[in-house]
């Protein structure tokens, strides 16, 4: 599976758009990028998957260039419950194991 | 989608004793898989679990110290043994549905071993 470099942390304030990037220099042809969001105490939920280009859902938008050597996760007007680690992940999707990176930990402050 | 339970929530335990924790997923799935995430680390894979077969470990990871048991499609059971406060971790199971394309987890277990 390809490897993922994103910031270990991101400070933002209420109401603004926060955008972490993710690279993943080796991806595979096959390969989707996917990102999970997990608060304390619980387990990783899914925020959003993309391939190429652009894919947007209530949640978040996810871009990736044409190389899809890296993406970017951008979640609009963050407010405090969007404190969370933000992990990107990179692989093929159906009934496999996923490889977290160290993931990105997001402090939304008033 | 799927939802997951998983027991216990946390527990504390004496070292040298074994924990079960039990995960029963509300639909049918081939595979479930168990994660173990350390304070403050990023989630690592300990085995993959399939139906009717013997479960498959990830490097550093081994049978008799982490028996796992899928005695059907709807459930797994993950033992941590002869436990030491290097054991102390949240552990948490994992399915992705066929035809889904994200993985669902349960809430973790939080074991501290003291």
């Known amino acids: 599976l390809a490897k993922t470099t994103q910031p270990i942390s991101m400070d933002s304030y209420e109401g603004q758009e926060v955008n972490i990037t993710c690279s993943h220099n080796?991806?595979?042809?096959?390969?989707?990028i996917t990102w999970y969001q997990q608060f304390p105490s619980q387990g990783p939920r899914f925020i959003i998957q993309g391939y190429k280009t652009k894919v947007t859902n209530e949640v978040a938008s996810l871009f990736i260039p044409a190389d899809r050597k890296s993406s970017t996760l951008s979640l609009p007007r963050v407010s405090l419950s969007d404190t969370a680690v933000y992990y990107c992940l990179v692989g093929g999707t159906g009934r496999r194991a996923l490889t977290f990176g160290s993931g990105t930990r997001l402090q939304v402050q008033p | 989608s799927a939802v997951i339970s998983q027991k216990p929530s946390r527990d504390i335990c004496q070292r040298g004793t074994s924990l079960t924790i039990q995960c029963q997923v509300d639909?049918?799935?081939?595979?479930m898989f168990w994660y173990r995430q350390q304070p403050g680390q990023s989630l690592t894979l300990i085995a993959t679990?399939?139906?009717?077969?013997?479960?498959?470990?990830e490097s550093g990871f081994v049978i008799d110290k982490f028996p796992i048991s899928r005695p059907n499609l709807t459930f797994s059971t993950l033992t941590v043994s002869n436990m030491s406060p290097e054991d102390s971790s949240i552990y948490l199971c994992?399915?992705?549905?066929?035809?889904?394309?994200?993985?669902?987890f349960g809430q973790g277990t939080r074991l501290t071993v003291v």
């Open positions: 679990a399939n139906q009717g077969s013997e479960a498959t470990y």
């Open positions: 639909s049918q799935v081939t595979m």
């Open positions: 080796n991806i595979a042809t096959n390969d989707y």
């Open positions: 994992s399915v992705e549905p066929t035809r889904n394309t994200e993985a669902f």
